[in-house]
T-cell receptor, first 113, second 114 residues
């Protein structure tokens, strides 16, 4: 069963604007981790940000922040001040106790100049 | 820092041929895994290993074999390739345990089965 849902196949944002990429997840395990990865057109997978299920504060890494709403089981990625280089596929992923990580279908973000 | 190295980067096979995708890591991680990436489906787990001598199936294991004789290497074998196995394959590793620790990925291997 699909445990990670990304409902936005594609998103557009104007350069320098902020954008939110949606991610919802499903788990019954109280201990889990949520991850976001970026995949540019060159194909490599780049780790962006991590949020643990017990973390009290939302994770931030530079221009990336994770809007973690545990009760709603959502883990949206917020990119502030978008840059042309942010154009890429973005994947939300979850890791439960047991090590293997499951991914959503991805959102293709296009930043317009 | 090599990290995770996958070979080959590109491969074209005919239906029924066999091949092995190689994955090697120099990060001394116990956990290694193989994913396939198809358009609109994200990354799907094929097989994974939590240490030498231990392997287990992921979401889409059919048609693939793995083994883990050393900590460093985790090859993925296609015994009889099918067009449905045309995909981009990623090897990944992590040093984290439980729910903690990001995956480190190789650069990917693009496989086409004719």
């Amino acid at each position: 069963a699909q445990k990670i849902t990304q409902t936005q196949p594609g998103m557009f944002v104007q350069e320098k604007e902020a954008v939110t990429l949606d991610c919802t997840y499903d788990t019954s395990d109280p201990s889990y981790g949520l991850f976001w990865y970026k995949q540019p057109s060159s194909g490599e997978m780049i780790f962006l940000i991590y949020q643990g299920s017990y973390d009290q504060q939302n994770a931030t890494e530079g221009r990336y922040s994770l809007n973690f709403q545990k009760a709603r089981k959502s883990a949206n990625l917020v990119i502030s001040a978008s840059q042309l280089g942010d154009s890429a596929m973005y994947f939300c992923a979850m890791r439960e106790r047991g090590n293997d990580m499951r991914f959503g279908a991805g959102t293709r973000l296009t930043v317009k100049p | 820092n090599a990290g995770v190295t996958q070979t080959p980067k590109f491969q074209v096979l005919k239906t029924g041929q066999s091949m092995t995708l190689q994955c090697a890591q120099d990060m001394n991680h116990e956990y290694m895994s193989w994913y396939r990436q198809d358009p609109g489906m994200g990354l799907r787990l094929i097989h994974y290993s939590v240490g030498a001598g231990i392997t287990d199936q992921g979401e889409v294991p059919n048609g693939y074999n793995v083994s883990r004789s050393t900590t460093e290497d985790f090859p993925l074998r296609l015994l009889s390739a099918a067009p449905s196995q045309t995909s981009v394959y990623f090897c990944a590793t992590t040093g984290g345990t439980g729910a903690v620790g990001e995956l480190f990925f190789g650069e990917g291997s693009r496989l086409t089965v004719l």
